[in-house]
C-alpha cells in the first residue's frame, strides 16, 4: 500500500505542529526572584558581542572552550558579580586585561545577570525525551 503524497504532506505538516507548540508550552526552566534591568541586559549583550566573549566563553553551553561557561556564573556562590569584575579587569593566564569603561561593565555584568536568572544551562545533566526535546528534571 502507498500513501497518497497529500497524506504524507499532511502527518508530517500536524507533526510539526505539535512539536513546534510542545517546545512553547512550558519553558524549561526558570529561576525565581530576577532582578535585573532589562534595557542595561540588552545592552550588556552588545557589550558581550563587542568584544567577542563568546569566542572563549560559554552561555548555555554554546560558544568556545577557552574559558568557562558564564551562563549561571552570578548565582556561583564562589564567583559572583566581584569576581566577574576583578577577571576582566585584570585577567588570567589565559584570558587577557579588557579596560572596559564602568559604564560597559555594569551592563555586561546586567547581562550575565540575565542570562543567570534564565535557568541552568548544564545540558549534562538535563533530561532528553524520547522525540529529543529537553524536559525539565535529571538524567538517570
Not at 556561583?76 to 566581584?82: A, Q, R, S, T
Request: aromatic fraction near 12%.
Amino acid at each position: 500500500m502507498k500513501l497518497k503524497p497529500i497524506y504524507v504532506f499532511l502527518i508530517l505538516s500536524a507533526s510539526f505542529l505539535w512539536y513546534s507548540f510542545s517546545i512553547y508550552i512550558k519553558p524549561l526552566s526558570t529561576k525565581e526572584n530576577t532582578t535585573f534591568n532589562k534595557k542595561m541586559a540588552s545592552d550588556g549583550q552588545l557589550v558581550w558581542q563587542y568584544y567577542n566573549c563568546q569566542s572563549c566563553h560559554q552561555l548555555y553551553n554554546l560558544g568556545g572552550y577557552l574559558g568557562p561557561d558564564l551562563t549561571n556564573v552570578i548565582s556561583n556562590p564562589d564567583k559572583g558579580e566581584k569576581v566577574i569584575r576583578a577577571m576582566v579587569k585584570s585577567g588570567t593566564k589565559q584570558m587577557p586585561a579588557f579596560t572596559l569603561s564602568d559604564n560597559e561593565m555594569d551592563l555586561l555584568v546586567e547581562y550575565l545577570k540575565s542570562t543567570d536568572a534564565s535557568g541552568s544551562a548544564d545540558l549534562r545533566k538535563l533530561k532528553i525525551n524520547n522525540f529529543g526535546m529537553i524536559e525539565e528534571g535529571e538524567r538517570k
